[in-house]
Nanobody, 124 residues
Framework: RVHLVESGGGSVQAGGSLNLSCTLSGYTTNPYCMGWFRQVPGKEREGVAVFDTDGTTRYAEFVKGRFTISSDNVKNTLYLQMNNLTPEDTAMYYC??????????????????WGQGTQVTVSS
């Protein structure tokens, strides 16, 4: 059974940085497309970035130039380096895996597996 565990969240001041990690276990031999999402109470979960099996990456407009998604296949870990954080980035950040087509990455229902989330809080 596939299991995703996020870590690296915390509290920082505006302008600060955090590096989130998501470790994948229980997977098959096939690599997965993986991504990061975030959600605040009362709002829908939104896509942040995706890392496809061929190394293709895509970002939401609101994080371009500030966040970088990367993957370490040896460690089976997905990362999200977040720089120049703002209070608007405060949210629970979730890792997702197993997407049939990277073109669908913003569609929540098309992802196969989700982690439990890690909280990011940015103060002004």
């Amino acid at each position: 059974r596939v299991h995703l565990v996020e870590s690296g969240g915390g509290s920082v001041q505006a302008g600060g940085s955090l590096n989130l990690s998501c470790t994948l276990s229980g997977y098959t031999t096939n690599p997965y497309c993986m991504g990061w999402f975030r959600q605040v109470p009362g709002k829908e979960r939104e896509g942040v970035a995706v890392f496809d099996t061929d190394g293709t990456t895509r970002y939401a407009e609101f994080v371009k130039g500030r966040f970088t998604i990367s993957s370490d296949n040896v460690k089976n870990t997905l990362y999200l380096q977040m720089n120049n954080l703002t209070p608007e980035d405060t949210a629970m950040y979730y890792c997702a895996a197993d997407l049939p087509d990277v073109e669908w990455w913003l569609s929540i229902d098309d992802w196969g597996y989700w982690g439990q989330g890690t909280q990011v809080t940015v103060s002004s």
